[in-house]
Antibody
Framework: QVQLVQSGAEVKKPGASVKVSCKAS????????ISWVRQAPGQGLEWMGW????????NYAQKLQGRVTMTTDTSTSTAYMELRSLRSDDTAVYYC???????????WGQGTTVTVSS | SYELTQPPSVSVSPGQTASISCSGD??????ACWYQQKPGQSPVLVIY???KRPSGISERFSGSNSGNTATLTISGTQAMDEADYYC?????????FGGGTKLTVL
């Protein structure tokens, strides 16, 4: 079945970096993009950016420009999201989602909790 | 920047029809999606391209989009429909989510 499996929870100190992985299975990885979405405790969904698994093109949310990098490894059908210079307000659950342009984010990973605390 | 506005909460009695609105400038000109999220779970796509339902989504879920407002309608609302609902659209290569609506089935 189509699924996205994310890496485990992370605890980081302010100023550190985190890299979350998202392994796809059950579909042709390069036929879709991957969006990353985060959700702070008790808050709504926030889109972080999108990457084409076909050619690696990216679009990032303006507020995260310069701190976030999204990549893919087509040999392992895995997408990665790295966030640098972590702050306490980066504490959130981070989701990857399969994104077929114009057809919505139709498959979601289970989420990865990232806690930023000194 | 582009914003999508949803009511924070909507209440409905079991068996009745629930409607959740999402407003944004010229939203009817964009493809709107809706996601359902239950506590502790990942979001689930319930409507895309204004009114299409992904495979496996109940026919009780429907969507419309015109002018500045997209609407998610849940007919014959059940207790299992109690969740947070988010609208989403693309604006200038950026995905935008509404703030979310908590649907309570009383």
């Amino acid at each position: 079945q189509v699924q996205l499996v994310q890496s485990g929870a992370e605890v980081k100190k302010p100023g550190a970096s985190v890299k979350v992985s998202c392994k796809a299975s059950g579909y042709t990885f390069t036929s879709y993009g991957i969006s990353w979405v985060r959700q702070a405790p008790g808050q709504g969904l926030e889109w972080m950016g999108w990457i084409s698994a076909y050619n690696g093109n990216t679009n990032y949310a303006q507020k995260l420009q310069g701190r976030v990098t999204m990549t893919t490894d087509t040999s392992t059908s895995t997408a990665y999201m790295e966030l640098r210079s972590l702050r306490s307000d980066d504490t959130a659950v981070y989701y990857c989602a399969r994104d077929a342009s114009g057809q919505g984010m139709d498959v979601w990973g289970q989420g990865t909790t990232v806690t930023v605390s000194s | 920047s582009y914003e999508l506005t949803q009511p924070p909460s909507v209440s409905v009695s079991p068996g009745q029809t629930a409607s959740i609105s999402c407003s944004g400038d010229k939203l009817g000109d964009k493809y709107a999606c809706w996601y359902q999220q239950k506590p502790g779970q990942s979001p689930v796509l319930v409507i895309y391209q204004h009114s299409k339902r992904p495979s496996g989504i109940s026919e009780r879920f429907s969507g419309s989009n015109s002018g500045n407002t997209a609407t998610l309608t849940i007919s014959g609302t059940q207790a299992m429909d109690e969740a947070d609902y988010y609208c989403q659209a693309w604006y200038s290569s950026t995905a935008v989510f509404g703030g979310g609506t908590k649907l309570t089935v009383l």
